[in-house]
């Protein structure tokens, strides 16, 4: 282990068991070393594990196999050097902005005059002077950041983690709480030795970071580490800036499309729809049909006004249905994309339901739902039996998007009364 690294995960796995018995394997074989001199960006899409990285080097977890070591020795309990900016402030509202800052403070046994002077030092480093009495709901979401900063600041950490931190602001806002993070950074000021920051976004990462970290999967574990040698304060236009972007794009579009070319391959063949509304992927169909049916899936990305992982996992939602074929970094549209592009809604719904009866776990449901009386379960045994099938997946959020392209297509009705969920009377025997 490099003398100079500050904490260390070695083929980290972890995994959850489920009320059903069954078990969810988060990351597998991670290995991540954070070093003193780095800002290090943990990139990846929703559902990667990310956050639950963030929670095995503070100590809040521990692996179910593997290593974790702070300063070279294995860790136990919390990791005492870090701090966390999560992505909501998490205030309390009770307190001003200066109590807010030195709550932290009152567990590590400090005197009244040391915690006043970290409260002190962190309301100068992130700029809320003369805000020291404010309340959280006199403050604005920008502001209020700044506080969740300051209070893990007066913490005095070796390493700072921030788990997207600025993705609930207005883009002015981040980008302004973005340089300011740098600044402190630089000024070598503060205790810090190494700042994480956890985030979806690419160009954040490469504005930010020095050492890129691509986290994908399944199985969810490190997919590239590329070191990002540009110089403070980077240019979003540059030749160099761009070129680096473009390069974790195809790690990341890589790691989330994969390149077999078939979706629906047996590995495959319980996926399930990610959460994508049925909406936002017939929007895209249609923006593809204008743009002469293929897009570069960097310029996809800016064109729906979507972030690239996010605008990946649409262009995964479009891929799975048959929609769209991704040829490197192309989006294309397929024959039955051009016609959810410009068909008519009957013409939707009906090639919706036809591909959804082609994914094998909608037929399973299907099938499970003619079998129960009156064609109908309780929302609650639907997810139980959704993790008993594909014990891999958030099954809320996959039964849920299940549930809105299974109406579109005429497949499914869901109560929001009863909490349940029934076959749709014209749906088609399997």
């Not at 567990?107 to 309340?135: K, W």
Request: a negative charge.
């Amino acid at each position: 282990m490099d003398k100079a690294a500050l904490i260390e995960l070695r083929n980290v796995k972890m995994d959850y068991r489920l009320s059903t018995g069954a078990t969810i394997s988060v990351l597998d074989n991670l290995n991540l070393t954070m070093r003193a001199g780095e800002i290090v960006a943990l990139l990846g899409a929703s559902g990667t594990g990310k956050s639950t990285t963030l929670r095995l080097l503070s100590g809040l977890q521990k692996p179910t196999s593997g290593t974790v070591k702070a300063n070279d020795k294995p860790l136990e309990g919390l990791n005492r050097d870090i701090s966390v900016v999560f992505q909501e402030s998490s205030l309390y509202p009770w307190l001003s902005v200066a109590e807010n800052i030195e709550f932290g403070l009152y567990p590590q046994g400090f005197s009244l005059r040391t915690r006043r002077q970290r409260v002190s030092m962190a309301i100068d480093l992130v700029g809320l002077e003369g805000f020291e009495e404010a309340y959280p709901r006199e403050l604005s979401g920008g502001m209020r950041q700044r506080v969740g900063i300051a209070r893990a600041l007066a913490m005095e950490p070796k390493l700072l983690c921030m788990d997207e931190p600025f993705s609930s602001l207005d883009v002015l806002t981040a980008d302004t709480l973005r340089g300011e993070v740098l600044e402190i950074w630089q000024k070598k000021s503060t205790n810090l030795k190494s700042i994480l920051i956890i985030t979806h976004d690419i160009l954040e990462a490469v504005s930010m970071a020095n050492r890129i970290v691509v986290i994908g999967g399944p199985p969810n574990s490190i997919k590239a580490d590329i070191q990002n040698p540009l110089l403070y304060p980077r240019d979003e236009n540059s030749w160099q800036f761009t070129q680096l972007v473009r390069k974790i794009h195809a790690v990341l579009t890589e790691s989330i499309l994969g390149d077999d070319g078939n979706p629906q391959s047996e590995s495959e063949s319980l996926w399930v729809i990610p959460p994508v509304p049925i909406a936002d992927v017939i929007g895209m169909t249609e923006l593809l049909e204008d743009h002469k049916g293929s897009l570069d899936i960097f310029e996809l990305s800016k064109l729906i006004e979507k972030d690239f992982s996010e605008a990946l996992t649409t262009v995964k939602a479009a891929e799975l249905m048959g929609f769209v074929d991704t040829p490197y970094q192309k989006v294309v549209l397929t024959r039955l994309g051009q016609i959810m592009a410009h068909g008519d809604v009957n013409e939707r719904k009906e090639t919706i339901k036809r591909q959804l009866q082609q994914l094998k776990l909608v037929r399973l449901l299907i099938e499970m739902l003619q079998n129960e009386e009156e064609s109908a379960v309780a929302y609650a045994q639907a997810v139980e039996w959704l993790q008993g099938k594909s014990p891999a997946i958030n099954s809320d959020t996959a039964l849920e998007t299940l549930i809105d392209w299974g109406r579109y297509g005429g497949l499914f009705r869901f109560n929001s009364d009863e909490q349940r969920l029934y076959l749709d009377e014209v749906s088609p025997t399997i």
